[in-house]
C-alpha cells in the first residue's frame, strides 16, 4: 500500500476537510493524527512523531500553519512539510518567498480526493523532491504574469477598497495605484476602451483565481 506505515499529521481546521484527508490516507496505509490547531499539532508532534505533516495555512484566529511550519523547520527539520491551500498562488494567500519553509510543499485543496496527487505530493515531499508539488511557482498558474505588488493592489481592489484607500494604506500616492492597475490591465490583457470596465474585469480575474478576499 502506498503509505506503508508512514505517520502523518493532519492540522486544518475544517472538520470536513480533516475527515476526508483522514479517510483517504488511512485506508491507502498511512497513520494518521488530525489536530484542528497549533497547540494541539505541537502536542501531536511530541506524542505522534510524524513523518510529515499537512498544514492549513489559515486555522481561524491564533498561530497559523505558517506559523507552525517555521517552528517544524527550526525544531524538527526531519518533518516533511507541505501546505494545504485553496490558493493557486502562494502571493493571494499573503506569502512570498521568505515565508515558505525550505522544502516545503503544496496541496491544492480542491484535488485532494485524487489519491494519485496527494500521494506524489507527500512522497516527492518526503524524497527532498518539493519542487514537484509547486504548484504555487507553476508558470501556467493563474495570475502568474503579475508581479508581488500588482497581485497586492488587485487584491485590495477585489476587497472593495478604492484607489484613494489603497494609496493611504500602501502608503504612495493615488496616481502610483492608478499606474500599478493599469499594468495590471495590460499583464492580464484587460482592454482598457470598449464597454468593459477593465478594473472590473481584473478583479473577476482575481476572483476567478483565487475566491473572494475577506474585507480588510
Request: zero cysteines; charged letters at 25%; glycine letters at 4%.
Given at each position: 500500500m502506498p503509505g506503508m506505515g508512514r505517520r502523518v499529521l493532519v492540522v486544518e481546521?475544517?472538520?470536513?476537510?480533516?475527515?476526508?484527508?483522514?479517510?483517504?490516507?488511512?485506508?491507502s496505509g498511512f497513520e494518521v493524527e488530525v489536530a484542528n490547531n497549533v497547540l494541539d499539532a505541537r502536542e501531536a508532534v511530541r506524542a505522534f512523531d510524524?513523518?510529515?505533516?499537512?498544514?492549513d495555512i489559515s486555522l481561524g484566529g491564533g498561530p497559523s500553519g505558517l506559523d507552525l511550519a517555521m517552528v517544524l523547520h527550526a525544531s524538527r527539520p526531519d518533518i516533511a512539510l507541505i501546505f494545504l491551500t485553496k490558493h493557486p498562488d502562494r502571493r493571494t494567500a499573503g506569502l512570498d518567498g521568505a515565508d515558505v519553509?525550505?522544502?516545503a510543499g503544496f496541496l491544492r485543496k480542491d484535488m485532494v480526493t485524487d489519491t494519485?496527487?496527494?500521494?506524489?505530493?507527500?512522497?516527492?515531499?518526503?524524497?527532498?523532491?518539493?519542487?514537484r508539488v509547486r504548484h504555487d511557482l507553476a508558470p501556467d498558474r493563474p495570475l502568474a504574469r503579475l508581479t508581488a505588488t500588482q497581485v497586492d493592489v488587485l487584491h485590495m481592489a477585489a476587497q472593495g477598497l478604492t484607489n484613494a484607500a489603497i494609496a493611504r494604506e500602501r502608503h504612495v500616492s493615488e496616481r502610483s495605484v492608478e499606474m500599478i492597475l493599469h499594468s495590471v490591465f495590460q499583464?492580464?490583457?484587460v482592454p482598457t476602451h470598449g464597454d468593459v470596465n477593465p478594473r472590473v474585469?481584473?478583479?473577476?480575474h482575481y476572483i476567478n483565481a483565487a475566491g473572494m478576499p475577506a474585507r480588510p
Open positions: 481546521d475544517e472538520s470536513l476537510m480533516s475527515s476526508l484527508l483522514s479517510d483517504v490516507l488511512t485506508a510524524p513523518d510529515v505533516a499537512l498544514l519553509p525550505p522544502g494519485a496527487y496527494l500521494f506524489e505530493a507527500i512522497e516527492s515531499v518526503l524524497a527532498e523532491r518539493s519542487d499583464a492580464l490583457g474585469e481584473a478583479i473577476r
